[in-house]
């Protein structure tokens, strides 16, 4: 985990087929090389400007550099929520932020019962943050709101939240046997529980 707050994930989007396609060539052994000149002259990633994926791979890179073989093993037998998960994970190991939101917000709505999380919630813990951290306290509200934005997109996309007209409920996954063994015998028992909001 990342010592540093960042406001970084603004820049990201959850990406999932394209962490597909990168899991399983770093799966079979290709190298990061390989696969910066596949998405770069190939279009691996179906991305028109060059820019945009040097960007992109270099954003999806550090993520699934998170992940070692044996996760992403599991990640190619997966069934699809559990790819969502792992996706979810690498994410969050790179983020102090999002990964304490995720423990504190999320984690405490479902061990309370509740299901509904709204803007409100996220601004308080933004609001606490920006109180004890002088890097959170310089982040202009835009940026904020931009984060409080994608961090609902992150959730919703790995299936902890589901949109139900204008409101947002908590659905905390089942997470596979295989996985949470993994992170079990990896010494990372929190990760599990700020995504499946076990006490």
Known sequence: ??????SGLVSESFWFIECKKIIKLKYDDYSWDEIRTMCLEENLLGIS???RAKRIFGYLKNRISTLDEKVMKIFLEGDLATQKIIILIAAVKQNRLFYEFLYEVYREKVILGVRELNDSDINIFFKNKQDQNEDVASWTDTTLKR??????????????LTVNGKKKETTPPVMDITLEHYFKDNGEIQLIKAITGVS
């Open 147 to 160: 984060l409080r934005s994608t961090y609902m997109n992150f959730m919703v996309d790995a299936g902890l």
């Open 1 to 6: 985990m990342e010592k540093k707050y960042s």
């Open 49 to 51: 400007k060059e820019y």
